[in-house]
Nanobody
Framework: QVQLVESGGGLVQAGGSLRLSCAAS????????MGWFRQAPGKEREFVAA????????HYANSVKGRFTISRDNAKNTIDLQMDSLKPEDTAVYYC??????????????WGQGTQVTVSS
C-alpha cells in the first residue's frame, strides 16, 4: 500500500502560479504510476496529469496542457505539480493518486486527502 499526502494549495490570483507537492510512503514508490486529479464544486473528479514510473513520460488533460507540469523524484518519494497561468476554472480540490495498473488515464488505487486550490479573477 501507498499513503499519499498533498501540500501546497492556496489562494492565488488569475495568471499566477502554485506548486503542489505529494509525499508518498509505504510501498516502493517507483513501482507506481502517479497522477493528479481535481474536483470542482458540483462536478465530477477529473484527470489532470500523469507521470510514468521513471518520470520519463508524462500526459496531460487538454485543459491544462502547456500550463501545468508534473514531475517526480523517486529518491525523495515525491511528485509535484507546477501550475502556471492559473485560471478561475482551475479552482478545485486537487488529489494525488497512485496506480499499479500502468500509468496515465487508468484506474488509480490510492488517493491523498486533497488540497484546495482557489484562483480568484
Amino acid at each position: 500500500q501507498v499513503q499519499l499526502v498533498e501540500s501546497g494549495g492556496g489562494l492565488v490570483q488569475a495568471g499566477g502560479s502554485l506548486r503542489l507537492s505529494c509525499a508518498a510512503s509505504g510501498d516502493t514508490f517507483s513501482n507506481y504510476g502517479m497522477g493528479w486529479f481535481r474536483q470542482a464544486p458540483g462536478k465530477e473528479r477529473e484527470f489532470v496529469a500523469a507521470i510514468s514510473w521513471s518520470g520519463g513520460s508524462t500526459h496531460y488533460a487538454n485543459s491544462v496542457k502547456g500550463r501545468f507540469t508534473i514531475s517526480r523524484d523517486n529518491a525523495k518519494n515525491t511528485i509535484d505539480l507546477q501550475m502556471d497561468s492559473l485560471k478561475p476554472e482551475d479552482t478545485a480540490v486537487y488529489y494525488c493518486a497512485a496506480t499499479s495498473n500502468g500509468w496515465g488515464e487508468v484506474p488509480y488505487h490510492y488517493w491523498g486527502q486533497g488540497t484546495q486550490v482557489t484562483v480568484s479573477s
